[in-house]
């Protein structure tokens, strides 16, 4: 290997890159895009859920009890409604999320000691606010169960009661439980898998579709330094985009990082090492562009969304698809960046992750050096 | 006329299906994401690993461990001696939560005092720390409720106890609260967009990149044969993907389809006039495949992740909600999701199927008009 020659492969490479300022801005945009919205406008927390109330007893007892849920931030009460059609009808249209409906005997019940049945109608159709819903509805109920026998020990003792347990949470590495810090370093890992997808996939095949492989193998390079060559420019793409998420994370979103840094930009390195040369490998074995795209989203990109643990929590998973998750190279990242960020954790605790790291690195680019044939056919 | 665009339509398909790969993808990839979507996909928390730090270890603090266990929510995976351990296992990711009882809890629950119960949770994972919170809160205020009970009986007598309101929460249209319910039916929306967004805007940029364009443009072909040439095709693979991935979400995850088959493909149709569209309007505005394809994922990206597939669109900020309505997939999702699961017809989906059906016509008119000065 000629280090002259791997360096003109990879100026010549960035000439394309450098001529087609298009697909270079958005090799930048997308990934600044993700964060922001990722940042922004996407979350997955539950609040303010739109909530209609028929309450058929229309006592003191029973507004206490609404009020209970219009005071808290999880629910808002948009509207009464004052029969069953009605209530279909507005979950139905997805006006409301939940219907609660009060019995008319409701609070001679809650007066008498008997247990008042309420009936909690919930829009089941997104399964995860509908559960998060229904735990808070739980709480708000129980909350209320707790004040009426509080008050009613009360007044038969007369003295003052405390709530007999009390729950002391406290959330570490994410104190307020913000989803953005939660996302936010594990979307490094999902960007560095879709510029990969994106610009790597193409470049070899775009050399045997447009026919300019011939020139290539005309020419005395080899195919490792064109390989090498042709990886460096993306790479350079690949740590700005790093070094632009890194920063926005810590001056746009306040992502706390509390490990070191060296480390995080070592290990994505790795991994984006890994990842490119896979796209190359993707690039040639299909040398088509279209194929190879699509290729590239179903290898790279899919997995590192939806299997990473990034946003959909591996432990929650069935088992055969927790197995399967071990084969995806930016799950052991996403670990480790969710490590390096919020725990400020090291190599002490994350070796094994940084092993396989550095084996997907390594067993990526020697596959795509061995993929290679400088041949025609 | 019809003659040159079934030649046409022949044409695409040969050079779409000629590679065995590609075939393999426009049929396969559907299938994966559906699988994907499908088992792994889900925000259900369960078997949360959990350690028992019981500095107390009386009957009444074994009792709320105990209660703990029996929610079926928790895994105690290890009762530990220390709070250096409890560090431990939250830094490896190895425990989720960490239940802490101080000594003087069964006295305190004894005495009519308030006992502490401590509540460490690993707040990496946002959504799953705020399950746990919630299950644990309602755990805790259970045992509290009973706790008050007795006592109110001891106080009042033997039978009285004090009024308490039972929920009855039921969960319509997906009883079981099961994901790939709401998911399954989702991913027809996300795989025809990604599949004739690709397909469109690729196969027109490139005739341009490989020159054979001006072949066609030397051919009696009209423009307006040219675009229906290009989009058919295509958007009766759309519909083949959607057939794939409706019988393999309605037989293989058994995902109930209560409503109208026939709703569902009219509604495709229109749905497919608002991809074929921008697939149309990248095309001309793209001079390689490269440009192409990253500007189908320039689209692509913030339309899934702007519609409500995943993230509720309720929770967005309210310049981005207005933003939403733009987005051809925020309706198509309604559309699906109320067909699958709601069952509901014509009358309450009109609006998603009016604002589709203008979306797609506003596109394909631009298209078609941005299409033929690039062509001419």
């Keep these: 290997m000629k280090p002259f020659r791997v360096l003109a492969i990879a100026r010549k490479e960035s000439i394309h890159i450098l001529r087609d300022p298009r697909s270079l801005g958005m090799a930048i945009a997308i990934p600044m895009l993700l964060l922001l919205l990722f940042g922004y406008a996407l979350s997955l927390d539950v609040d303010n859920v739109p909530t209609v109330v028929w309450d058929q007893s229309a006592s003191h007892e029973s507004r206490e009890f609404i009020s209970r849920f219009d005071g808290s931030r999880y629910f808002s009460i948009i509207g009464h409604v004052h029969s069953y059609p009605e209530v279909e009808r507005e979950i139905d249209s997805g006006q409301a999320l939940v219907a609660l409906v009060i019995p008319t005997d409701f609070a001679g019940r809650i007066e008498a000691g ?98 300019t492989m011939e020139q290539l193998i005309a020419t005395p390079v080899r195919g490792n330094e064109l390989i090498l060559g042709k990886l460096l420019p993306y790479f350079a793409i690949g740590m700005i985009d790093v070094a632009l998420a890194v920063l926005m994370g810590e001056f746009l979103f306040d992502v706390p990082l509390r490990g070191s840094v060296a480390l995080l930009f070592a290990m994505a390195a790795i991994f984006l090492a890994g990842a490119l040369s896979l796209g190359m490998v993707i690039s040639i074995l299909t040398r088509g562009q279209l194929l190879a795209s699509q290729l590239a989203m179903v290898l790279t990109f899919l997995p590192s969304f939806l299997l990473s643990g990034f946003m959909y929590a591996i432990a929650n998973m069935p088992v055969p698809i927790q197995a399967i998750t071990h084969l995806v190279p930016a799950s052991y990242f996403v670990t480790m960046l969710k490590g390096i960020y919020l725990k400020g954790v090291g190599l002490q605790i994350l070796a094994m992750e940084a092993i396989l790291l550095v084996a997907f690195g390594l067993t990526l680019v020697l596959l795509a050096n061995r993929k290679f044939r400088k041949k025609l056919v | 006329m019809f003659e040159r665009i079934k030649h046409m339509l022949i044409k695409e398909f040969i050079q779409v299906f000629r590679d065995p790969k590609m075939r393999g993808i426009i049929f396969v990839m559907p299938v994966l994401q559906v699988l994907v979507f499908g088992y792994a996909v889900t925000l259900d928390v369960k078997n949360i690993a959990t350690a028992v730090y019981d500095l107390d270890n009386s009957v009444a603090s074994r009792e ?189 995850f058994g995902v109930p389809i209560q409503g109208s088959l026939l709703l569902l493909f009219f509604a495709t149709a229109l749905y497919l006039m608002t991809t074929l569209g921008i697939g149309l309007l990248i095309s001309t505005v793209s001079g390689t495949q490269q440009q192409a394809m990253m500007s189908a994922f320039f689209f692509y990206f913030p339309a899934v992740l702007l519609s409500g597939f995943m993230f509720p669109i309720a929770n967005m900020p309210e310049a981005i909600q207005w933003l939403t309505y733009l987005n051809p997939l925020r309706y198509f999702l309604v559309v699906v999701r109320g067909i699958f699961l709601k069952g509901v017809g014509p009358e309450i989906l009109w609006p998603e199927m009016l604002a589709l059906a203008a979306l797609g016509l506003a596109l394909l008119w631009l298209a078609a008009s941005r299409f033929r000065k690039t062509l001419a």
């Design chain 2, 64 to 252: 709320l461990v105990a209660r703990f266990e029996r929610s079926g929510y928790f895994d105690i995976i290890e009762h530990i001696h220390s709070e250096e351990r409890a560090r431990e296992l939250l830094d490896r990711g190895e425990a989720s939560a960490v239940i802490q009882m101080n000594r003087g809890f069964g006295d305190a629950l004894r005495a009519g005092r308030t006992a502490e119960l401590q509540l460490i949770v690993d707040g990496t994972d946002s959504n799953t720390a705020g399950v746990v919170l919630d299950y644990s809160t309602k755990i805790t205020k259970e045992l509290s409720q009973k706790v008050l009970i007795t006592r109110f009986t001891r106080v009042k007598g033997s039978f009285e106890k004090p009024g308490r309101v039972e929920l009855e929460t039921r969960a319509w249209f997906n009883d079981n609260l099961e994901s790939r319910n709401f998911y399954v039916p989702g991913v027809i929306a996300i795989v025809v967009m990604l599949i004739t967004l690709m397909l469109t805007s690729m196969a027109v940029v490139r005739e341009k990149e490989i020159g054979t364009i001006e072949q066609m443009m030397v051919t009696p072909i009209t423009p307006a044969e040219f675009i229906l040439g290009k989009t058919l095709p295509f958007a009766l693979i759309g519909f083949a993907d959607v057939v794939l991935v409706t019988v393999v979400g309605v037989f293989w």
């Design chain 1, 114 to 211: 008997r247990p008042a049945p309420v009936q909690a109608i919930v829009d089941g159709s997104d399964p995860n606010t509908a559960t998060i819903a229904m735990g808070y509805l739980d709480v708000v109920a129980f909350s209320y169960s707790q004040d009426v026998a509080l008050r009613e020990i009360r007044r038969a003792t007369g003295q003052v009661v405390d709530p007999p347990v009390d729950l002391r949470a406290r959330a570490w590495f994410n104190a307020d439980l913000e989803s953005k810090n939660y996302i936010i370093p594990g979307l490094i890992a999902v960007i560095m898998m879709v510029i990969a997808a994106l610009l790597t996939s193409l470049t070899i095949a775009r050399e045997w579709e447009q026919g």
